[in-house]
């Protein structure tokens, strides 16, 4: 069989030529991401002798923006640090404070740890998702709107001497059970702003997410309120009554041990 030879083809016709022209070049950037926010990046950013360190708090100022990290929001962040979206995608799946669909007016999060749980962290969270309808970071109601929620299990969130806890917002809610987390979810949803059990006045999500990038519009009203309780002193309390107190720091520090010798 014989094989065909491209030589033996008659000439052929040269491709027509094209000029490449480039694209309009476009900013990533999401027009929700006005003058403000650029101003607030710009002063976030000059905190940090590296730009790359100011992602954390920049994806903050994001989700404060938007409820939740877009793809916008990613690319808003590699632009302003000079970083890949890659770098940026990979920071923002990895820390579970940073939302990527968007969020309710206020985030609500039970602890399911082991102690919470075994108190009943399980059962309120139970109830709150069979209540709201929704799963693990599934939002009831129109995400952004007043009364909206959304809810997730925590796997710790610091307080097994109150448990079982939940947060709102990163607020603690201390001592609860199933009633009382539904109370809690009820007042909410009509628009309602429960004191927490200690901390600053509830606020929503998008303010938190502000201040926790470090912006604050009101200062004083975002330190007031208890940050201790009872239960979380008693150890320091029961010291101070007894006299008891840390030994001394020794004049002269002990030695190292010895190293190993290599083999």
Not at 20 to 38: A, I, K, N
Not at 101 to 124: F, K, M, Q, R, Y
Not at 216 to 224: C, I, S, W
Request: net charge negative; glycine share 8%.
């Amino acid at each position: 069989m014989s094989i065909p030879n491209p030589e033996m083809n008659g000439p052929m016709a040269a491709p027509e030529e094209r000029v490449w022209e480039s694209p309009e070049v476009q900013s990533p950037v999401s027009p929700v991401f006005d003058e403000l926010t650029r101003q607030r990046t710009k002063e976030i950013v000059a905190k940090y002798p590296q730009s790359r360190s100011a992602l954390l708090p920049l994806l903050h100022l994001v989700q404060s923006v938007e409820g939740h990290v877009s793809q916008d929001g990613i690319r808003y962040c590699a632009e302003a640090l000079e970083l890949t979206t890659a770098e940026v995608s990979a920071v923002a799946t990895f820390y579970t404070m940073y939302k990527r669909t968007p969020c309710g007016e206020h985030l609500v999060s039970v602890c399911t740890n082991t102690l919470c749980a075994v108190l009943g962290g399980d059962d309120i969270y139970d109830r709150l998702r069979t209540k709201l309808g929704v799963g693990h970071e599934g939002t009831a109601g129109e995400p952004g709107t007043p009364g909206s929620i959304t809810l997730e299990h925590a796997e710790c969130l610091a307080a097994c001497d109150l448990a079982p806890v939940l947060q709102v917002n990163y607020e603690f809610y201390d001592n609860q059970s199933v009633e009382s987390a539904e109370k809690l979810v009820d007042a909410l949803q009509r628009g309602e702003k429960p004191h927490p059990t200690r901390g600053a006045p509830l606020t929503d999500l998008r303010t938190v997410s502000l201040e926790l990038a470090g912006i604050f519009t009101d200062l004083d009203a975002t330190v007031e309120g208890a940050s201790g309780a009872v239960e979380t002193m008693r150890g320091a309390a029961l010291a101070s009554d007894r006299g008891w107190v840390a030994p001394p720091m020794p004049d002269t520090p002990p030695p190292f041990p010895s190293l190993p010798e290599k083999k």
